[in-house]
């Protein structure tokens, strides 16, 4: 099994969004049961919140449930935990590291480093924008789900 930890800063818009993006994908690849798939923070901020409602709303168009997800934060047992560590952009990247301690597996990553257009994924908290962080979320787990298929391949 495949186990994916999307992280962001408070984990209610941009780490949810990658989270149920990928159990979309997989699910519509056939592959759910190879996967295990969650989401965390950084920081404490949001936890035990719900999804942003703009993360919501924007989900919901595409027939997307959040339904039951309330902000975790990460602790350093998630990275023995997980195969990939995905963060949304650097200061999450940075974070994550502080809370790991170091990435000797190399499982620490940003989203859209796998992407063919690699760089950080803007946070709607602050840009208001969750059409623009859809649609790089979008295009990060393609890329990533690829990347794990032809690993696998291997």
Known sequence: MIKILFI???????????????????????????????SSATSREEIGNPVHHGTRNKLAQYGISTKGKYAVQMTKKDYNAYDYLIGMEQWN????????????????HRLLD???NPRDIADPWYTG??????????EGCKALLNHILKENQK
């Open 129 to 138: 924008d969750f059409d623009r962080t859809y649609e790089d979320v979008l």
């Open 114 to 116: 796998f992407s063919e």
């Open 8 to 38: 962001c800063h408070g984990n209610i818009c941009r780490s949810p969004m990658a989270e149920f993006v990928m159990k979309d994908l997989v699910e519509k690849e056939g592959l759910a049961e190879e996967f295990f798939i969650a």
């Open 93 to 108: 990247i940075q974070n994550i590291l502080k809370i790991v301690g170091s990435d000797p597996k190399k499982k620490v």
